[in-house]
């Protein structure tokens, strides 16, 4: 019995040290867990305040690159002519300039001295952040086909057939097809052309839908037009833009030689007449075509067709109000892109609404001074439309092999 209670005594003891030092090691196991789950909620917080901070740099300086733009936009100082020799074109783009001055900076010339120093070149300092400006006149807006005059509206039916014509897309009848399918899902009544298709024919799809009846908001949205496959709209995007507007005309210096040669009122026969006057831009001396000069792009233009017939009336300028403000930030895996669409007022408003002033403004200082405040009170850049992106990598490498395949 006695040597059985000391064994049990002594078996008592030991147990009672098993189970601390079991209590111990699960304390210790406990704790590097506690310490593990920490030390990842950490990581993650720092990684999440990182993130956070990247993207509000990103976002940051990419409504800087905007404003930048913008305001080179804005500084155009020859509202006579808009073309791709100027500020705006060239911001951004500083391999088009030739420039003995290696050091790539950017300077934003006050206009009276620009004449003797180079123009804007642009070197933002900060590694991955660009932009640009694009005219969006050079390029045949689809809404004007929305336009509520038949005449007007006809017109612009001829143009975009001539346009895929060009392109080579499709046979006379397919082109006629996409053009009235195009045009009935944008009038805003509900009854089919000839051969369009309304709301009743999507709506019995498989999936089914309704037309826009309004004006197109992107040209993305030109998939859901029966006909338009992704190789047309494809084809289609170098050279059509789509504008809040129904009577945009095309700015002869931006342009390409397809849109000036559609703007044939009669099938086009060869373009070498339009392709020669245009190709006057790469001329050194070149300080873009002037308002007195759309009379040769119309000669140009008749040129183009067998019946020799005038072009579209009404359909050219040399100027540019709705421009494409692109940019774009990487920092480090972080990319961040927005494209705004922005309409720059013309300056015959500005001086309208300045002389309207000035004439009810009576003496010559209080005219001065409500000329400056109708100046300065006209916004005279505004943003109508801003995408945002983070995957900008995939959109433009989409849009560079797109390039690509047209330059093949
Ligand atoms: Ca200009
Ligand atoms: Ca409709």
């Given at each position: ?16 040290s098993?189970v601390?030092?079991?209590?111990v ?40 690159m ?15 002519v ?5 500020d ?16 790539g ?7 009276s001295q620009?004449?003797?120093e180079?123009?804007?070149t642009?070197d933002f ?16 807006n689809?809404?004007n086909?929305?336009?509520a005059?038949?005449?007007f ?7 975009l057939q ?16 996409l ?8 009038d ?22 309704q037309a ?5 908001t ?18 289609l995007?170098?050279?059509?833009t ?9 700015n ?5 030689t397809?849109?000036?040669?559609s703007?044939?009122?009669a ?17 050194d ?10 009379n ?8 183009v067709?067998?019946a ?18 692109q ?38 200082q ?16 505004s ?10 990598e995939?959109?433009?490498s ?5 390039s690509?395949?047209?330059n093949?």
């Open positions: 019995m006695m040597p059985r209670r000391k064994v049990s005594r002594w078996s008592n003891s030991q147990r009672q098993g601390v030092l079991i209590i090691v699960l304390a210790i196991a406990l704790m590097a867990t506690l310490m593990a789950v920490m030390v990842e909620d950490q990581h993650l917080f720092v990684r999440k305040v990182t993130n956070q901070r990247t993207a509000e740099q990103s976002f940051q300086l990419a409504e800087g905007n404003a930048w733009a913008a305001r080179v936009l804005r500084d155009d100082d020859n509202p006579a808009d073309y791709e020799g100027e705006w074109y060239l911001f951004g783009r500083p391999e088009l300039l030739e420039s003995e001055d290696d050091d900076s950017f300077s934003l010339t006050p206009s620009k004449e003797e180079e123009p804007a642009i300092g900060i590694d991955g952040v660009s932009g640009t400006i694009s005219d969006l006149q050079g390029k045949f689809l809404n086909l929305a336009n005059n038949q005449q509206a006809s017109g612009q039916r001829r143009i001539n346009l895929m014509e060009l392109l080579e897309i499709g046979e006379f009848d397919e082109r006629s097809q053009v009235e399918n195009l045009i009935d899902w944008i805003e009544n509900n009854t089919s052309r000839s051969i369009g298709l309304e709301s009743g024919d999507y709506r019995s799809r498989d999936l089914p839908y826009a009846d309004q004006k197109l992107s040209l993305g949205e030109l998939r859901f037009i029966d006909g338009f496959n992704d190789e047309i709209i494809r084809k995007k170098p050279y059509v789509v504008l809040p507007v129904d009577n945009a005309r095309i002869i210096n931006t342009t390409s397809e849109v000036l040669s703007l044939s009122a099938t086009i026969a060869d373009t070498a007449s339009v392709d020669a006057f245009l190709g006057r831009r790469m001329l001396e070149f300080m873009g075509f002037q308002q007195a000069q759309i040769e792009a119309g000669n140009a233009v008749i040129g067709s067998v020799r017939q005038p072009p579209i009336p009404d359909m050219m300028q040399v100027t540019s109000q709705y421009f494409e403000i940019t774009r930030v990487e920092l480090g895996d972080f990319s961040y892109c927005t494209k705004s669409l922005v309409l720059r007022a013309g300056r015959a408003v500005q001086a309208n609404a300045a002389a309207q002033s000035q004439s009810a403004g009576g003496a010559s209080a005219s001065g001074q409500a000329q400056a405040q109708a100046a300065s009170d006209a916004p005279p850049i943003v109508l439309n801003r995408e945002h992106s983070s995957f900008c995939e959109a433009n989409q849009l560079e092999s797109e690509d395949e047209d093949s």
